[in-house]
Nanobody, 121 residues
Framework: HLVESGGGVAQAGGSLRLSCEAS????????MGWFRQAPGKEREFVAA????????FYTDSVKGRFTISRDNAKNMVYLRMNSLAPEDTAVYYC????????????????WGQGTQVTVSS
């Protein structure tokens, strides 16, 4: 069970932090990630983090702007989004998978319901 929060409306150049709380799974055993889906487009990979936070991966379009992190003591994963642009507008989904490779391939076992992020120009 994954529940996202923190979405909303931001101006271009602004920042938001998304949070995802996990329950019902052994959080420390899972890699975590974020995907997004813009209107009329397919869901795309955004970022992933290994079970211990030691490795992170990002899609090219967000490198240097977004940061994924996790707190295993709180069963939480975060996505800090800086320098937001209108093309970042999408529903953002939290996901848990056996490893970061599975997440990046979209083969995750668990998905949240999503949180809307809208960036105005």
């Amino acid at each position: 069970h994954l529940v996202e929060s923190g979405g909303g409306v931001a101006q271009a150049g602004g920042s938001l932090r998304l949070s995802c709380e996990a329950s019902g799974l052994s959080f420390i055993n899972y890699a975590m990630g974020w995907f997004r889906q813009a209107p009329g487009k397919e869901r795309e990979f955004v970022a992933a983090i290994s079970y211990d936070g030691g490795a992170t991966f990002y899609t090219d379009s967000v490198k240097g702007r977004f940061t994924i992190s996790r707190d295993n003591a709180k069963n939480m994963v975060y996505l800090r989004m800086n320098s937001l642009a209108p093309e970042d507008t999408a529903v953002y989904y939290c996901t848990a998978g056996t490893n970061t490779g599975a997440i990046r391939d979209g083969n995750s076992g668990y998905w949240g319901q999503g949180t809307q992020v809208t960036v105005s120009s």
